[in-house]
């Protein structure tokens, strides 16, 4: 199957498939100590991401919204990814997916969040992939502006 | 649809043509280029190319200034662009076609010139709800600086336009309905002559976005009785960056200038200076003249294939990809309107325009995914964006054949194909 579709199987790996059909942690938070909205009108792409973070640490993570598949994905990763993880942690992982997903690979492993290192090659869809991560970052940082990434 | 099967004559016609556009001959991701984007810029025939490149070659001068042979030569070139438009069009005369980068420079023009020198608190400009946001932002600007008020005509859940709303918020209040004659996004070809009628009977204006018309059909703006008619050259076949307005002369005659400059002036000192008549009254400064050249060479290569045989190629097509694009479990046509042009928009569910694109391009497959600059009318049917086909004179049934594969293929890819 991989060889029929191509360099498309780089950007669509079955993760990304799975979180697209069943996104996790996809419902608004009560008791959100930060939240922030993402939204790139080019593509139509929308998201808010709620934080709640105790003594430093977040403890529950969640998101609502619509976007692509690569976007939604992301967005569902991410939360999994940062859900009990310190704050400050939370701010390199950011910069390392940015890095990931932009330039090159990071010195660090970053697990499963290694299924989206494939949109680098369509630079038309690094948006996509980068939107939620921009918005947990607005989030946490208390950043009032509404999040872009096109 | 007013669409006949391809006929075998329609075929003869217009086969053949796809060899007059280089970049047809490319390649994209290792695929043969299937340019179905048309919607967004048509490809350029070899005759346009050629005829801007030998602008440069032979002819370039600036216009209308020196008294040397190359600068009357520029100048016979630029008018007979004009002349060549208005032909076109059908305008009564050249006079009445103004060059501008494309259509939303000449709709700008329109809302910067008359709008801001006619339009009073309370005065009202009805827009359809499925303008492209060049033929609405520029309505607000004029509408912020003098109290106008913007009313929208409802667009029906299969794309057409509400005529009986319309009607019912026409009055005297109504000063402009801007309107496009062929929808971007969804392909619908709106009654405009009857719109006009309707206008005209309130003593109101109508500018008609042509934008998505002028490649496809023949217009007569005398035969529409259409106040201002605005296109863009590079939708046509010709360079980006030039485009025209059609205005009726006596208004354009009562309109102020919108830019000042060079070439739009009669005399100036510093206490007061007058202008030149229309048209050169709002085409300052120096023009794109091999702009112009360009489009002369793409409406005369499109008057000699004959935008009627254009027309019922691509009215061909559309029923083609309706039919073939039907059969394909879970996707959904937007805009199903009785006449249409040239474009077929769709949603297919479980799979986001954006990632139908990014599969569609891995097959060399070119479409527009997204709001289409229409994001009103993305808002009116509750999508973020569809999928667009917009054809052209060089497309064929194997390109819709294409387009059927790769979609196809992105419901495989995307596990939906035992759905059906």
Redesign the interface.
Known sequence: MSGQFGDLRELYQEVIFDHNRRPRNFRALEGATHQADGHNPLCGDQLTVYVRVTDGVVEEVSFIGHGCAISTASASLMTEAVKGMPVDEVEQLFNDMHAMLTESHPDRDLGKLEVLSGVREFPARVKCATLAWHTLHNAITQAREIAKTE | MTAAAPTRETVAEIAGHAGDFPILGRTV?GRRLVYLDNGATTQKPQAVIEAEARYYRESNANIHRGVHWLSQHSTDLYDAGRERVRSLLNAASACEIVFTRGTTEAINLVAASWGRSQLKPGDEILLSGMEHHSNIVPWQLVAEQTGAVIRVIPVTDDGELEMQAYAEMLSERTRLVGVCHVSNALGTVNPVAEIIRMAHACGALVLVDGAQAVAHQSVDVQALDCDFYAFSGHKLYGPTGIGALYGRKQLLDAMPPWQGGGDMIHTVSFERSTYAETPQKFEAGTPNIAGVVGLDAAIAYVQEVGLDTIARHEAALVEYATQALGQIPGLRFIGQARERAGIVSFVLEG?????LG??LD?EGVAIRA??HCA?PL?TRFGL??TARASFALYNTQEDIDALVAGLN?ARQ???LEHDA
């Open positions: 991701h799979i986001h325009p954006h990632d990014t599969i891995m997204g709001h994001m993305m973020p964006g293929k890819l995307f596990g």
